[in-house]
Protein backbone atom coordinates (compact mmCIF):
# COMPACT_ATOMS: atom_id res chain seq x y z
CA UNK A 1 0.00 0.00 0.00
CA UNK A 2 2.99 1.76 0.01
CA UNK A 3 2.93 2.59 -3.60
CA UNK A 4 -0.36 4.45 -3.39
CA UNK A 5 -1.36 7.99 -2.44
CA UNK A 6 -4.31 9.12 -1.75
CA UNK A 7 -5.71 12.01 -3.65
CA UNK A 8 -9.66 12.13 -2.49
CA UNK A 9 -11.98 11.18 0.10
CA UNK A 10 -15.26 10.04 -0.96
CA UNK A 11 -17.58 12.21 0.91
CA UNK A 12 -21.24 11.07 -0.13
CA UNK A 13 -23.55 10.47 -3.62
CA UNK A 14 -24.55 13.35 -5.61
CA UNK A 15 -27.11 13.15 -7.70
CA UNK A 16 -28.94 9.84 -8.96
CA UNK A 17 -25.98 8.61 -11.75
CA UNK A 18 -23.46 7.74 -9.84
CA UNK A 19 -21.66 10.50 -9.34
CA UNK A 20 -19.49 11.14 -5.97
CA UNK A 21 -18.33 13.52 -4.02
CA UNK A 22 -14.89 13.66 -3.48
CA UNK A 23 -13.15 15.86 -0.51
CA UNK A 24 -9.53 16.67 -2.39
CA UNK A 25 -6.59 15.57 -0.37
CA UNK A 26 -3.98 16.85 -3.04
CA UNK A 27 -2.92 20.73 -3.39
CA UNK A 28 -3.26 20.51 -6.97
CA UNK A 29 -6.61 20.14 -8.15
CA UNK A 30 -6.26 20.17 -11.88
CA UNK A 31 -4.92 16.62 -11.54
CA UNK A 32 -8.13 15.20 -11.52
CA UNK A 33 -8.67 16.18 -15.08
CA UNK A 34 -5.65 14.39 -16.01
CA UNK A 35 -6.52 10.84 -14.33
CA UNK A 36 -8.30 7.75 -16.86
CA UNK A 37 -8.59 5.57 -13.36
CA UNK A 38 -7.94 5.59 -10.03
CA UNK A 39 -8.08 2.75 -7.13
CA UNK A 40 -10.39 2.22 -4.24
CA UNK A 41 -9.02 -0.50 -1.83
CA UNK A 42 -12.17 -2.44 -0.10
CA UNK A 43 -11.08 -4.46 2.13
CA UNK A 44 -7.61 -5.15 1.22
CA UNK A 45 -8.68 -5.48 -2.11
CA UNK A 46 -7.94 -3.32 -4.94
CA UNK A 47 -10.60 -2.25 -7.51
CA UNK A 48 -9.54 0.22 -10.19
CA UNK A 49 -12.45 2.69 -11.14
CA UNK A 50 -12.06 4.40 -14.63
CA UNK A 51 -13.08 7.63 -15.00
CA UNK A 52 -15.82 8.62 -17.12
CA UNK A 53 -16.23 12.55 -15.92
CA UNK A 54 -14.93 15.25 -14.14
CA UNK A 55 -16.68 18.73 -12.69
CA UNK A 56 -16.32 21.33 -9.09
CA UNK A 57 -18.36 22.73 -7.04
CA UNK A 58 -17.09 24.83 -4.22
CA UNK A 59 -14.13 23.05 -2.77
CA UNK A 60 -15.27 19.46 -3.74
CA UNK A 61 -14.44 17.22 -6.86
CA UNK A 62 -17.52 15.98 -8.60
CA UNK A 63 -16.58 12.58 -10.27
CA UNK A 64 -18.46 10.02 -12.10
CA UNK A 65 -17.30 6.28 -12.90
CA UNK A 66 -17.53 4.43 -15.72
CA UNK A 67 -18.41 1.59 -13.42
CA UNK A 68 -21.08 3.02 -10.90
CA UNK A 69 -24.64 3.84 -12.70
CA UNK A 70 -26.95 4.74 -9.54
CA UNK A 71 -27.09 6.41 -6.36
CA UNK A 72 -27.27 3.03 -4.11
CA UNK A 73 -23.60 2.59 -6.04
CA UNK A 74 -21.97 5.38 -5.32
CA UNK A 75 -23.15 5.33 -1.48
CA UNK A 76 -21.27 1.84 -1.18
CA UNK A 77 -18.02 4.30 -1.97
CA UNK A 78 -18.94 6.53 0.85
CA UNK A 79 -16.08 7.57 3.23
CA UNK A 80 -13.80 5.18 0.69
CA UNK A 81 -10.30 6.83 -0.23
CA UNK A 82 -9.41 7.42 -3.94
CA UNK A 83 -6.15 6.55 -4.59
CA UNK A 84 -3.36 6.64 -6.90
CA UNK A 85 0.20 4.88 -7.79
CA UNK A 86 3.02 6.89 -6.85
CA UNK A 87 3.98 7.07 -10.57
CA UNK A 88 0.95 9.03 -11.41
CA UNK A 89 1.55 11.46 -8.74
CA UNK A 90 2.35 15.10 -9.44
CA UNK A 91 6.20 16.54 -9.42
CA UNK A 92 6.62 18.10 -6.33
CA UNK A 93 7.77 22.01 -6.30
CA UNK A 94 10.67 22.41 -3.54
CA UNK A 95 9.70 22.75 0.03
CA UNK A 96 6.66 20.55 -1.14
CA UNK A 97 6.11 17.13 0.38
CA UNK A 98 3.42 14.41 0.43
CA UNK A 99 1.51 14.00 3.33
CA UNK A 100 2.35 10.13 3.58
CA UNK A 101 5.92 11.32 3.75
CA UNK A 102 5.58 13.79 6.78
CA UNK A 103 3.44 11.35 9.04
CA UNK A 104 5.81 9.67 12.19
CA UNK A 105 8.34 11.98 11.08
CA UNK A 106 10.42 12.67 14.66
CA UNK A 107 10.27 16.57 15.30
CA UNK A 108 12.94 18.75 16.70
CA UNK A 109 13.71 22.07 17.76
CA UNK A 110 16.88 23.87 16.37
CA UNK A 111 18.56 23.55 20.02
CA UNK A 112 18.27 19.55 19.08
CA UNK A 113 15.86 19.14 21.63
CA UNK A 114 12.96 17.11 20.49
CA UNK A 115 9.36 17.79 20.26
CA UNK A 116 7.83 14.58 19.50
CA UNK A 117 6.00 12.68 16.23
CA UNK A 118 4.17 14.38 13.49
CA UNK A 119 0.72 12.39 13.45
CA UNK A 120 -1.67 14.49 11.39
CA UNK A 121 -1.49 17.45 8.71
CA UNK A 122 -4.71 20.06 8.68
CA UNK A 123 -5.50 21.79 5.97
CA UNK A 124 -6.43 25.03 6.91
CA UNK A 125 -6.39 27.01 3.59
CA UNK A 126 -3.67 29.58 4.38
CA UNK A 127 -1.22 27.18 5.40
CA UNK A 128 -0.86 23.48 6.64
CA UNK A 129 -0.89 22.93 10.36
CA UNK A 130 1.06 19.60 12.15
CA UNK A 131 -0.07 18.15 14.56
CA UNK A 132 2.90 17.18 16.67
CA UNK A 133 2.00 14.76 19.45
CA UNK A 134 4.43 15.28 22.59
CA UNK A 135 4.58 13.70 26.12
CA UNK A 136 1.87 16.01 27.39
CA UNK A 137 -0.29 17.06 24.56
CA UNK A 138 -0.66 18.09 21.01
CA UNK A 139 1.34 21.03 19.64
CA UNK A 140 0.38 22.49 16.43
CA UNK A 141 2.65 23.96 14.19
CA UNK A 142 1.97 26.36 11.01
CA UNK A 143 3.90 24.68 8.06
CA UNK A 144 5.21 28.30 7.17
CA UNK A 145 8.95 29.25 6.10
CA UNK A 146 9.55 31.21 9.35
CA UNK A 147 9.06 27.57 11.38
CA UNK A 148 9.66 25.06 9.32
CA UNK A 149 13.44 25.10 8.93
CA UNK A 150 14.34 21.73 7.62
CA UNK A 151 12.79 18.11 6.45
CA UNK A 152 14.59 15.15 5.76
CA UNK A 153 12.50 12.70 4.23
CA UNK A 154 14.82 10.31 3.95
CA UNK A 155 15.95 10.18 7.87
CA UNK A 156 12.25 10.56 9.05
CA UNK A 157 13.26 14.54 10.81
CA UNK A 158 11.91 17.57 10.62
CA UNK A 159 13.63 20.72 12.54
CA UNK A 160 11.64 23.66 13.63
CA UNK A 161 11.58 27.20 14.82
CA UNK A 162 9.34 27.79 17.51
CA UNK A 163 7.46 31.12 17.26
CA UNK A 164 6.43 32.66 20.58
CA UNK A 165 3.31 31.55 22.01
CA UNK A 166 3.66 27.73 20.28
Do not use: C, W
Amino acid sequence: MDNYLSVGKITSAYGVNGEVKVYPLTDHLDRFYDLDYVYIFDDDKRVQYQIESVRFIKNLVLIKFYEVNDRNEAEKLKNKFIKITMDDAVELEEDEYFIKDLIDMKVYTEDKRELGVLKEVLKTGANDVYVVKTDERDILIPAIKDVIKDVDINGKKMIVHLLEGL
